[in-house]
């Protein structure tokens, strides 16, 4: 059973950036597509950012050209670089893990605040 780990968040101003960390047990990570969802509070969740097995990211426009997702295999770990951070941005920030089983596994959240 694949268990994740997400550190990094915490209270930023308008602006300013935070990475998310998300750390990964196993040793099946790199066959993982990872994802990174948020969800603020009176909202749904909304997917942020995806990253394939092979590499290939995708973003909602709410945060392209803002936020980066990334992986380092050898890590067992995916990142959310989050730049220009805006107070609709204030969520709890979780990562997903999906498997080509059809396997899937989250994290337990962590919050990001953005306000002055």
């Known amino acids: 059973q694949v268990q994740l780990v997400e550190s990094g968040g915490g209270l930023v101003q308008p602006g300013g950036s935070l990475r998310l960390s998300c750390e990964a047990s196993?040793?099946?990570?790199?066959?993982?597509?990872m994802d990174w969802y948020r969800r603020a509070p009176g909202k749904s969740r909304e997917l942020v950012a995806v990253?394939?097995?092979?590499?290939?990211?995708t973003y909602p426009d709410s945060v392209k050209g803002r936020f980066t997702i990334s992986r380092d295999n050898a890590k067992n770990t995916v990142y959310l670089q989050m730049n220009s951070l805006k107070p609709e941005d204030t969520a709890v920030y979780f990562c997903?893990?999906?498997?080509?089983?059809?396997?899937?596994?989250w994290g337990q959240g962590t919050q990001v605040t953005v306000s002055s």
């Open positions: 997903h893990a999906a498997a080509p089983s059809g396997f899937t596994a």
């Open positions: 196993g040793s099946a990570f790199s066959t993982y597509a």
């Open positions: 990253i394939t097995r092979g590499g290939t990211t």
